[in-house]
């Protein structure tokens, strides 16, 4: 619990630095603060160096993660004025993509827009040879609860009444989950503590598990908050210790699951560059650094995110912020590496 409670102050940071304003500032690790590449302040870029820049994410497009990428980046583009190219490279839960960025050349061309926790399940559940310390990131962009949800026509209006029928038909419910994330984590411990004896279907990413709960394969899902309020399915669950400003009524799993369960399990989408490339070339860096705060306190990005309801989860909350809370996340998925591995 002890890494809950750092988490949960962590988080409480995030929100002070949303509401105050945040300062564009170099990122560092929880053990040592990360230098520039060379003993004097780099000279301030007016111009990117390059026109064009790709966005690796790691999963398939139209998911959120996806989606909330090249939203950001068409804003992004007139702050910048470098067109952003966004390819997909979806498969093993986030590994591939990252390997192919880390594969790509690390001369400031290419940019990374991937979750955690899945980095860190990546490392820790799944081998990958690559490490925290190869990336150096620009932001959290965007912070997604994991929830318990089911489709709005469906027969279970309540948690109480998804409950029910778990107990009812022991063994007949079908309850979907997507791999690797803070919702498996949110799913196996609920499980558990539950008792529930449930069909658990396990896919390789939020698009098919999407596709299954319409599709009436599955009877629930343990998933991603900003997904399901945007397909307008009805969230019995959100994991939290208080009620989202957008789903008040819906309530969280320290009200139904008890003070003890975790509060912070979810996905945390970061935006990142070669740590190579922070080093060699500082000065570009803080261009991307000062264009994408400025991205940020866009009116107009900042409408757009009220549009689609994704406001409450999206800020700049700074490279510093960022780079700590990819640490902490990481030690979570340290704790909680065999639960993840047994999803």
Same mark, same amino acid.
């Given at each position: 619990?002890?890494?809950?409670?750092?988490?949960?102050?962590?988080?409480?940071?995030?929100?002070?630095?949303?509401?105050?304003?945040?300062?564009?500032? $170099?990122?560092?690790?929880?053990?040592?603060?990360?230098?520039?590449?060379? $003993?004097?302040?780099?000279?301030?870029?007016?111009?990117?160096?390059?026109?064009?820049?790709?966005?690796?994410?790691?999963?398939?497009?139209?998911?959120?993660?996806?989606?909330?990428?090249?939203?950001?980046?068409?804003?992004?583009?007139?702050?910048?004025?470098?067109?952003?190219?966004?390819?997909?490279?979806?498969?093993?839960?986030?590994?591939?993509?990252?390997?192919?960025?880390?594969?790509?050349?690390?001369?400031?061309?290419?940019?990374?827009?991937?979750?955690?926790?899945?980095?860190?399940?990546?490392?820790?559940?799944?081998?990958? $040879?690559?490490?925290?310390?190869?990336?150096?990131?620009?932001?959290?962009?965007?912070?997604?609860?994991?929830?318990?949800?089911?489709?709005?026509?469906?027969?279970?209006?309540?948690?109480?009444?998804?409950?029910?029928?778990?107990?009812?038909?022991?063994?007949?419910?079908?309850?979907?989950?997507?791999?690797?994330?803070?919702?498996?984590?949110?799913?196996?411990?609920?499980?558990?503590?539950?008792?529930?004896?449930?069909?658990?279907?396990?896919?390789?990413?939020?698009?098919?598990?999407?596709?299954?709960?319409?599709?009436?394969?599955?009877?629930?899902?343990?998933?991603?908050?900003?997904?399901?309020?945007?397909?307008?399915?009805?969230?019995? *669950?959100?994991?939290?210790?208080?009620?989202?400003?957008? *789903?008040?009524?819906?309530?969280?799993?320290?009200?139904?699951?008890?003070?003890?369960?975790?509060?912070? *399990?979810?996905?945390?989408?970061?935006?990142?560059?070669?740590?190579?490339?922070?080093?060699?070339?500082?000065?570009?860096?803080?261009?991307?650094?000062?264009?994408?705060?400025?991205?940020?306190?866009?009116?107009?990005?900042?409408?757009?995110?009220? $549009?689609?309801?994704?406001?409450?989860?999206?800020?700049?909350?700074?490279?510093?912020?960022?780079?700590?809370?990819?640490?902490?996340?990481?030690?979570?998925?340290?704790?909680?590496?065999?639960?993840?591995?047994?999803?």
């Amino acid at each position: 619990m002890k890494k809950f409670l750092a988490l949960l102050c962590a988080m409480a940071m995030i929100l002070a630095i949303a509401a105050c304003g945040s300062k564009t500032g $170099e990122p560092v690790t929880p053990e040592e603060p990360k230098m520039t590449g060379t $003993e004097t302040a780099p000279a301030e870029l007016t111009e990117y160096p390059f026109k064009n820049m790709t966005v690796i994410v790691p999963f398939k497009a139209g998911a959120a993660l996806d989606n909330g990428c090249r939203l950001f980046c068409q804003y992004w583009e007139k702050h910048s004025g470098i067109h952003f190219v966004v390819e997909n490279y979806p498969g093993a839960n986030g590994q591939v993509g990252v390997s192919q960025f880390l594969a790509s050349p690390d001369d400031g061309s290419y940019l990374l827009w991937s979750p955690q926790p899945f980095l860190s399940s990546n490392i820790a559940v799944q081998g990958a $040879e690559f490490k925290l310390e190869d990336l150096t990131l620009l932001n959290y962009h965007e912070i997604d609860p994991a929830c318990l949800a089911v489709t709005a026509d469906s027969q279970y209006k309540t948690f109480e009444d998804l409950e029910a029928a778990v107990k009812a038909n022991p063994g007949q419910i079908k309850l979907g989950v997507s791999a690797g994330g803070g919702a498996a984590i949110m799913c196996a411990l609920m499980i558990e503590q539950q008792g529930w004896d449930v069909k658990q279907i396990v896919y390789d990413g939020g698009t098919e598990l999407r596709t299954a709960l319409l599709g009436g394969h599955i009877d629930a899902e343990v998933s991603l908050t900003e997904g399901c309020i945007q397909n307008g399915d009805n969230v019995l *669950l959100i994991c939290a210790s208080e009620r989202n400003a957008i *789903l008040p009524d819906t309530p969280t799993v320290s009200e139904k699951l008890g003070a003890d369960f975790p509060t912070s *399990l979810g996905t945390y989408r970061y935006v990142a560059v070669h740590t190579s490339l922070y080093e060699a070339h500082p000065e570009y860096y803080d261009f991307l650094l000062k264009t994408m705060e400025a991205t940020y306190n866009d009116p107009d990005y900042q409408q757009a995110l009220v $549009e689609n309801q994704t406001a409450s989860f999206i800020s700049f909350v700074g490279p510093e912020t960022a780079t700590r809370m990819q640490y902490e996340f990481d030690g979570l998925v340290q704790e909680y590496k065999d639960v993840i591995a047994g999803v």
